[in-house]
């Protein structure tokens, strides 16, 4: 089973720009689904972007615009680039394999990792 852990997070002021990154101890190439999902303090774990193994991608609509989420299958690494950061992104971010159902939601496929802590602040 491959393992993801996630990397990049920061405090970073309002309007700032992060990328995270997502290195799998393996192939993603056979993959159906890699995304990123975030959990702020108090709130549930949320999806924020996802990608294909083909390569389509889908944002929550509280993203789209700002974030870009990538992979490179030579690099076994999905990034998840955040331009235009708000406060509201504050939160710990993770990524996971998944299948994704006809009904548009997803099966993860492995632990949750320890994530990586997103500040944004002044």
């Known amino acids: 089973q491959v393992q993801l852990v996630e990397s990049g997070g920061a405090l970073v002021q309002p309007g700032g720009s992060l990328r995270l990154s997502c290195a799998a101890s393996?192939?993603?190439?056979?993959?159906?689904?890699i995304t990123w999902c975030r959990q702020a303090p108090g709130k549930q774990r949320e999806l924020v972007a996802s990608?294909?193994?083909?390569?389509?991608?889908n944002y929550a609509d509280s993203v789209k615009g700002r974030f870009t989420i990538s992979r490179d299958n030579a690099k076994n690494t999905v990034y998840l680039q955040m331009d235009s950061l708000k406060s509201e992104d504050t939160a710990v971010y993770y990524c996971?394999?998944?299948?994704?159902?006809?009904?548009?939601?997803?099966?993860?496929?492995?632990?949750w990792g320890q994530g990586t802590q997103v500040t944004v602040s002044s």
């Open positions: 393996g192939s993603i190439f056979s993959i159906n689904y």
């Open positions: 990608i294909a193994r083909i390569g389509g991608t």
């Open positions: 996971n394999a998944a299948n994704r159902y006809s009904s548009g939601n997803y099966s993860y496929l492995t632990p």
